[in-house]
């Protein structure tokens, strides 16, 4: 078990959340610029990146047991539903806020953070069943965490029809059919999506850069969520699944990405939907600050054991 990789990983996040929040600091990026950069991964890196990681060789094995970790993958999100509309409550805030919470709760880095971390821990061998179980993320976040953070809750064009869902469609289609994109348009969309992790970092550090640097640190909600997020959600996870889950590959997947921090995401579509970017953009930073410590923590207690 490399942990420096892991903690390499992590580290890379912060700086360039850092970075953004510099670059905003030097007048560099300003809100409209911003906001371009976040429609820019939204509507294209993004769905770039989810079509790339579903580029899989077709077999019948593979599906049966891709179907499993789908399986996996929404009981393990039926369980943090429950957590992220009832514990956010008790914090007695704004609506707005309180959406936040309930994001920051239920989604967790799984593209950013998760694949990188999960291939210092399992090998890229497990990148591929990491994809599949991240299906259910990709609609999710897309629906339901829209609706979290949007002030409209009910479900619309806008939110049926996104880019997002739209790729995922796309590249599960494909994989279904074993259909491979020509090797020039492949290489193309890996480098879109490639981006993707860097310009959504610093989408999140120009956010940051809004406001003053003490209030980033002084709202103890946010501490709340965060030890939610990084330690409750992959303990109970473990709970559940230690008895059940008898493949270490899924176990570990599922504990694993249940460990990442807050969604870079909820900061870009917050901005997107009209909800609180600032407030989702403190949530991201802090909770990928203190990952660096909890998730070797979470693969000591739970994964290597």
């Not at 806008?158 to 492949?186: A, E, H, Q, R, Y």
């Not at 870079?264 to 970017?277: F, K, M, R, V």
Request: proline share 4%; aromatic share 14%.
């Amino acid at each position: 078990m490399n942990y420096t990789n892991i903690l390499n990983q992590v580290s890379v996040l912060f700086l360039l959340i850092l970075t953004g929040y510099f670059t905003r600091k030097f007048n560099l990026l300003n809100d409209e610029k911003t906001k371009t950069l976040s429609d820019i991964v939204l509507n294209l890196t993004l769905p770039a990146l989810i079509i790339s990681s579903m580029q899989m060789d077709f077999s019948i094995s593979v599906l049966i047991k891709s179907g499993n970790f789908i399986l996996l993958s929404l009981i393990v999100y039926a369980v943090i539903f429950i957590f992220s509309i009832t514990l956010p409550k008790l914090l007695k805030s704004n609506e707005k806020e309180i959406g936040v919470y309930k994001f920051s709760i239920m989604f967790s880095n799984v593209g950013f953070m998760g694949y990188p971390v999960v291939n210092a821990v399992f090998g890229k061998k497990a990148l591929f069943y990491t994809a599949i179980y991240n299906l259910p993320f990709n609609l999710l976040i897309f629906t339901i965490g829209i609706m979290f953070l949007s002030k409209d809750i009910r479900l619309n064009k806008k939110i049926i029809l996104n880019p997002g869902i739209i790729s995922v469609l796309i590249g599960f289609t494909m994989f279904l059919f074993s259909i491979k994109l020509f090797t020039p348009i492949k290489m193309t969309i890996d480098m879109i999506g490639s981006v993707t992790t860097p310009i959504s970092m610093m989408v999140i550090g120009s956010l940051l850069a809004k406001n003053k640097l003490n209030t980033i640190f002084t709202n103890w909600r946010i501490y709340i969520i965060t030890f939610i997020r990084l330690f409750f959600v992959p303990f109970f996870i473990w709970i559940i699944l230690k008895n059940i889950i008898t493949d270490p590959l899924m176990l570990g997947i599922s504990i694993l990405i249940s460990s990442m921090p807050v969604a870079a995401n909820s900061a870009i579509l917050a901005e997107e939907y009209e909800g609180n970017a600032e407030l989702a953009s403190k949530v991201v930073f802090i909770s990928t600050f203190f990952s660096i410590i909890t998730i070797p923590i979470i693969v000591k207690l739970f994964i290597t054991n």
